[in-house]
């Protein structure tokens, strides 16, 4: 059996974001899991996100993807280094860079790593590809809510 995703950890009172809450029925529904020293998160945009070009992904969908999945990413390298339950992160600072287009109705991978965890803060960096194509990486300061663990 799969391990659960990490947004599927969340504590109920945290479960409701619209990139990746469980309990908001209206969201994306993202699911981050390990698959090594990394996270990994699928999704596949419809047309509903079109951008200015038909075809492509909206930039603030690209970066809310980005967002959500940098903070279970956070969420799951503090609990790995502490060997702790999973807490909840929200967002101090968000760098998206947009390298290529990014097409709907094709899967995307997600894939996030922490590159340093300091107090209450995890910096990660999440890439963004599509069919083997590098389209967007982002760089995220994460902060764990205060009472979180």
């Known amino acids: 059996m799969a391990e659960p995703a990490v947004q599927d950890q969340y504590p109920d009172d945290y479960a409701h974001c ?4 469980r309990l908001n ?6 699911k981050s899991r390990w698959d090594g020293e990394e996270t990994v998160c699928r999704f596949t945009p419809d047309s509903k996100y079109t951008g200015g070009y038909p075809g492509y992904l909206y930039g603030g969908m690209i970066a809310s993807l980005i967002d959500c999945h940098a903070a279970a990413t956070a969420a ?3 609990a790995r280094a502490d060997n702790s339950p999973i807490s909840r992160f929200v967002t101090a600072s968000l760098q998206v860079d947009y390298l290529a287009p990014t097409p ?3 899967e995307l991978e997600l894939r996030g790593r922490a590159v340093a965890i300091k ?3 995890v910096t990660v960096e999440v890439t963004v590809t599509a069919t083997d194509k590098l389209c967007a990486r982002g760089r995220v300061i994460m902060v764990q809510i205060k009472g979180q663990n």
Do not use: M, S, V
């Open 104 to 106: 709907i109705g094709t």
């Open 25 to 30: 029925p209206h969201g994306h529904q993202l």
């Open 119 to 121: 107090d209450r803060k």
């Open 76 to 78: 799951a390298a503090r």
């Open 18 to 21: 619209f990139g990746c809450g």
